[in-house]
Structure formats: C-alpha cells, structure tokens
C-alpha cells in the first residue's frame, strides 16, 4: 500500500512551530507539519511528519513585530501596544470588578534639554527615564513611550484610583533625583495626567485622551505635578480649541491691537512713556484678556508672529509719535521669552528699527521675570544684543515668580519693574512694604530705574513717592487707552490728579 493511498481526506493535519537543536548545536525554529494516517476504516496506522526549518523567516517576524509594537530608543511598547495594552487592562478590569488607570506623563521643558544638549543627551536622558519610570509600576503594569518625552503608564487590575495616584507621586519624585550623563548632573520634572476606569470612559481613545487633558492641566498648574481628569477639564478643552482656532485667525482678520498705558514722572507729573498692551476682539468671543490668549498664543506656537505684529506696530506708532513732536516719549513692548529664544530676532528687530526709522533709545522691551529661567546662557547674550542695538531691556512683574537677584547682575537691564502685587498691598502690609524699599534700594544700587506698575489709589502713591520710586503706571492715572486717546493725554501733557 503506498501512502498516497491513504492520505487525502482521511488525514488530520497539525503544524506546530517550536524550537529545535540541530546536531551541529545551532538552535533553530522549526516547524511541524503532522499528519495522521488512517486506513479506509478510519483506523489510525500511523504519522507522517514532515519538518521546516523557518528559522529566518520566525526572526525575521519577530523583528517586524518588535520594531512594530516597540519604540527603538527604549525598547518600550510604543503606542501601538499601549493601545492594545489599556484595552486588555480596561477588559480585565470590567470582568473582575477592578480599577484600570492611565497615566499620561510629559517631561517638562524637554524640548530645552533637547535644543540646549543636543540630541545624543536628550536621547540618553529618555532612556534613563524609561528605566526609572518602570521602577515605579509592578510587573503587570505597562510603561509605554508615544514618541518624544511623552510616556504612558497603564496600571491593571487597581483596587481603587488612590492607587494611581500613589504611583504618579513615586513617579514625580523619581524623575526629579538627578540624572547623572558622563559626569553631569541633570535635573527633570514631569507632569502627570490620570484617568481611570471604572469613572471616565470605557474607550481607549477617549481615556488617552482625558488623561492627556489632565496632563496639560498639570502644566498649567507649574508643572513637576499630577492631575485627575474631571469632565469640566473637557469642556475647558474645547473653549481652548475654539480659542487657538479662532486666534490662528485674528492677525489675518485684524481683531488684534493695541492700547497704551502711560507712564507718569512723579516729580514732575508729566508722561513720560507708555506701555503697549495688546487687545484681541473677536467676533464670537467678544474681547478676550491677555492673560488668557497669551499662554494659548505661546503654547500653540503663535507668539512669534504675534509678537512680530506688535513691535511691529508698536514701531509704527512710536515713529509716528517722535516725528509728531513727542521725541522724548519711551514706548515699552512686552515681548515672550519664547520670541527670545528664535534665533532671528536680534536681526529682525534691526531691520525692524531701520525700516520704521524708530528711534531705539525710546523703545524698550518687557521681558517678564518668571520666563527667564530658561535658557540662561543663550538669553544673556540676546539681551546683551538687544542693549547694543540702543534698545532699554526692562525686567517685569519683578517680585513673583522665581525673583532672584542674580537675574538682574546678569542680564541687561535697564529697568526694573516692581510687580502690581506688592504695589497694591505696600500700603496696608509691612512684609510688602518693606519688600518695596528693598527693591528701590536694590535697583538704585545697581543703577537701574524702577517703574511701579498697578497704583491705583493715592496711599499707594505716597507710600511709593516716600519710597524714592519716581515712575509709575496704574489705573490711578490712567487706564490703557487707545492711540488717539493717548495723544491728548500727551498734549495736555501734566496728569493732575
Ligand atoms: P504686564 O506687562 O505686567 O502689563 C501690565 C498689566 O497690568 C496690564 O494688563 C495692565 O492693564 C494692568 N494694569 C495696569 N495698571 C493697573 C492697575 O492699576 N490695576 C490693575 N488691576 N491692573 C493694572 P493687561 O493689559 O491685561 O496685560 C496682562 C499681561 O499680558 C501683561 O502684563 C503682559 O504680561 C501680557 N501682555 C500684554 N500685551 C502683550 C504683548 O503684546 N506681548 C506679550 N508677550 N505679552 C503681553
Ligand atoms: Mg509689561
Ligand atoms: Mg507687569
């Protein structure tokens, strides 16, 4: 009887993939096809077993399915497996009644190290981060990279969300002990959005979603901190969205503009320059404040071309001013720490200059004091620039923040602007008012002028006369006006109160 005989129809066929030792000791992968024999009675008589070596194709699979579901600078899950992961957790968690959380972890101003270091050191910094971050979670819990310094950390089967928490602050305290680079000590922080389920959703989508809106409201609170997702958070996200849309579109659309807000010589009462402050009204929205479309402005990246239009205009209108008659008025521009750190703006506030024909020793920039951290080195040599241009560097908002003295040893300033803050309770609390002295005298000192900003009533002014503070700014004598407005402030020219 030949075997061809019995086998059609009648076989079972099993194919098996294990691995195997050859005689010569090489380790392969084989594959095994087995297949019953039966006679026409159906009576087994046998197996036939033929055998594959896959072993290239099997590597060659795995190292698809690695480069696939894995992220290459960690060896972590990428998002890929992170999606399928949090799926299986959120499964698991439904079947035996338990908790699943998302954690969404970004470093803090890592694109710094990255531009400041250099590629190779960010890189290897990550790393690290990937191996610290896994000390953080038990071994069925995932840590995955999304790309850049953005982590995912999903924890399975938790009794309750308290848990997840408890690993967000390990995490937090984690990442903030040095990280030691050939020598070098590094310091990081992260911010840490939670969702959980059961509580925010059950789709995969929606809870990587929430938890990178708690994360960017973890930013927002000063970053190195966790927050829950709350579904206010959501509705918080889309009047965000509405609003970055709407101001991609304001420049085209000519909402933006600016008012002036002049600035008085106590001695004498006369105004003696003007801050600009940028206004955005918007058809939807109505007038929006500063202090709310700046930070989306600068996070969304628009600040440069933002801040391009003012000093811009600012330019115009100072040009127009000084050619007017009004040549000794100085015109302060505020402008993001983040406009700083383009390469070009050195050499486009030259061209700037020449082009409107403003005269730069009566333009002044803001810098606020709580931007500079950053980038120490590379902001100390682009105010030095700005001074050589003729342009006055003032440092505002002095007082909160990250005050520190050393800033004003370091940089360029001319100016030295005393926070609203302490203005406005100099007059009722001694810590404040002793606070104000101190930085009169430390500004005279080092030969800077002081402008207090934010008087509003008249003990604040007297307490500031009496404090040797000799330029101020406040709703006291004006509120921003436009620049018409300011024209007829500046022919009357005396602010009698
Ligand atoms: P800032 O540079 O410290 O500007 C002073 C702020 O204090 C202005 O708020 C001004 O209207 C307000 N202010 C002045 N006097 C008084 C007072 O007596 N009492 C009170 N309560 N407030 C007073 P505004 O215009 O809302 O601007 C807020 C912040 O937005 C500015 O603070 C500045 O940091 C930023 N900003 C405004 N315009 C620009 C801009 O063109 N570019 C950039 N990058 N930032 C800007
Ligand atoms: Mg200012
Ligand atoms: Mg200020």
Redesign the pocket.
Same mark, same amino acid.
């Given at each position: 009887m030949q075997l061809s005989d019995l086998m059609p129809e009648r076989k079972t066929t099993l194919r098996q993939t294990n691995a195997s030792i050859t005689r010569t000791g090489r380790q392969i992968i084989c594959e095994w096809h087995l297949t019953r024999l039966v006679d026409e009675q159906g009576r087994a008589i046998g197996v036939a077993a033929l055998v594959d070596d896959v072993t290239e194709r099997e590597v060659a699979r795995s190292e698809l399915m690695r480069q696939a579901n894995y992220d290459t600078l960690t060896g972590l899950p990428n998002r890929l497996l992170a999606n399928d992961r949090l799926n299986q957790a959120v499964k698991y968690a439904r079947r035996y009644k338990k908790s699943a959380a998302v954690l969404f972890v970004d470093l803090d101003m890592f694109k710094h190290v990255n531009d400041t270091m250099g590629h190779e050191w960010g890189d290897r910094l990550l790393q690290q981060v990937s191996i610290r971050l896994q000390s953080c979670v038990r071994e069925q819990d995932t840590v995955a990279r999304l790309g850049g310094d953005e982590f995912l950390v999903i924890l399975a089967g938790l009794n309750t969300m308290v848990d997840a928490e408890l690993v967000a602050e390990k995490i937090l305290t984690s990442v903030a002990m040095p990280f030691v680079l050939d020598g070098h000590n590094f310091f990081l922080s992260a911010s840490i959005g939670i969702t959980g389920f059961p509580g925010d959703q059950e789709d995969v989508g929606v809870l990587l979603r929430n938890a990178d809106t708690a994360m960017y409201k973890a930013k927002e609170e000063g970053r190195n901190t966790y927050c829950f997702y709350t579904d206010d958070m959501n509705l918080q996200a889309r009047e965000r969205m509405t609003l970055e849309s709407e101001l991609r579109q304001a420049l085209d659309n000519k909402e933006l503009y600016l008012v002036y807000?002049p600035q008085v010589n106590l001695l004498d009462g006369q105004v003696v320059g003007v801050?600009?402050?940028?206004r955005w009204r918007n058809g939807a929205l109505g007038e929006v404040?500063?202090?709310i479309f700046?930070p989306v402005a600068e996070s969304a990246g628009m600040?440069d071309l933002i /801040?391009s239009w !003012?000093l811009a205009d600012a330019c115009r209108q100072l040009t127009q001013w000084y050619r007017q008659g009004f040549d000794q008025l100085v015109l302060a !521009?505020? %402008?993001?720490s983040r406009q700083l750190r383009d390469e070009g703006f050195v050499e486009n506030l030259q061209i700037l200059l020449r082009v409107s024909g403003c005269p730069p020793e009566r333009l002044k920039l803001?810098i606020?004091e709580s931007t500079l951290l950053a980038d120490e080195q590379q902001t100390r040599i682009t105010l030095e620039k700005i001074k050589m241009l003729g342009v006055g560097v003032v440092l505002?908002?002095f007082g909160v923040g990250y005050s520190s003295l050393s800033y004003l040893s370091k940089y360029a300033f001319n100016t030295l602007k005393i926070d609203?803050s302490f203005v406005q309770n100099a007059n009722r609390r001694s810590e404040d008012a002793s606070l104000c002295r101190a930085i009169v005298a430390m500004a005279r000192s080092l030969n800077l002028q002081v402008i207090a900003? /934010? %008087?509003?009533c008249k003990e604040q002014l007297e307490f500031l006369k009496e404090a040797g503070v000799t330029i101020v700014?406040?709703?006291?004598y004006s509120r921003?006006v436009t620049a018409g407005q300011l024209e007829r402030l500046l022919v009357a020219n005396e602010m009698v109160l």
């Open positions: 807000q801050e600009a402050l940028l404040e500063p202090s700046i600040i /801040g !003012v !521009v505020n %402008v993001s803001e606020t505002d908002d609203r900003e /934010g %008087v509003e700014q406040g709703f006291l921003p």
